[in-house]
């Protein structure tokens, strides 16, 4: 019997994933916050991500774990925020850690978030699993502390696989509609000196990929990305493109200081310029369906 537990799985990520792989398990458990009930099928279960509390034995017998904890980091880097977003990252892969490690029959396979803004900020050359060159910053120390947290607990029975996601585009989540709605009110231009690089993927890509990893039992850090990142300038003008605006105005990183203090989350999220490729994909023979942006956002928008 095939059983595939998705902690955190009520996010935008956490229902792309339950679309995809919906008819491809016998018994999807979704570990959630919120109340445990059965809904279309699919069991949720209450955690709290950082202790046990009968959660736990829906790991047994299971094929594939996926952790997508984490608090957003679309917020205001203030220290309390930044503590959740650590240690959110942190409690509930040791938490998992522990439970794996108490079952008879452990999860096969567990796959655990991570982030390509593990790489630091590079114009220069493209960061792959193997040549990609590692920053200095809070958010690349928290993936740095999350990938650690994950991989010093060895699980002699599990296969551990760290996914180092980047942008990931859907229609009714994640980074698409912010962007969108700047560019349907006409401030579509680049961000900041827009030539910072978006590494990006499509939603359903994400979800292929990890069926992809699944399937071929890949392990270790793996790029969750499209092949071809993208400067902002580009980007944002193709978004527009796509959406029929003719033109967008530019936000310096003074006005970008501004909106993102406005809406309560911080610049970096669009500064940063994120150069990652998916080398290790690639190589094993994976092939995107959306591998342009264009094509993407055709089917997006």
Known sequence: MSKLIIAAGTGFLGQVLI???????EEIVILTRGKSQIIDGIKYVNWNAKTFSGWESELENTSVLINLA??????RYTSKNKKAILL?????????????????????????????????????????ETEGEIGNDFSINVALSWEKAFFKTETPNTLKTALRTSIVLGKNGGALLPLKILARIGFGG????????????????FASAIEFIIKKEMTGKINIVSPTPIPNTDFMQKLRKAIGVPFGIPLNKFFLEIGSFIIRTETE???????????????????????????????LI
């Not at 079952?103 to 220069?124: A, E, G, V």
């Not at 310029?273 to 190589?283: D, G």
Request: net charge positive; hydrophobic share 30%; charged share 30%.
């Open 19 to 25: 679309r995809h792989f919906k008819n491809k398990f």
């Open 70 to 75: 984490g608090k957003s980091v679309d917020c």
């Open 88 to 128: 959110s990252r942190i409690e509930s892969t040791k938490i998992l850690n522990k439970a794996v490690l108490n079952c008879k029959n452990p999860p096969k396979q567990w796959l655990n978030s991570s982030t390509s803004t593990i790489y630091r900020f590079s114009l220069d050359k493209p960061m792959d």
């Open 190 to 205: 680049k961000q900041g000196k827009g030539s910072q690089f978006i590494s990006w993927i499509h939603k359903d890509d």
């Open 269 to 299: 999220l669009v500064l940063k310029s994120r150069n990652v490729i998916p080398k290790r994909l690639q190589e094993n023979g994976f092939e995107f369906k959306f591998d342009t942006l264009e094509k993407a956002l055709k089917n």
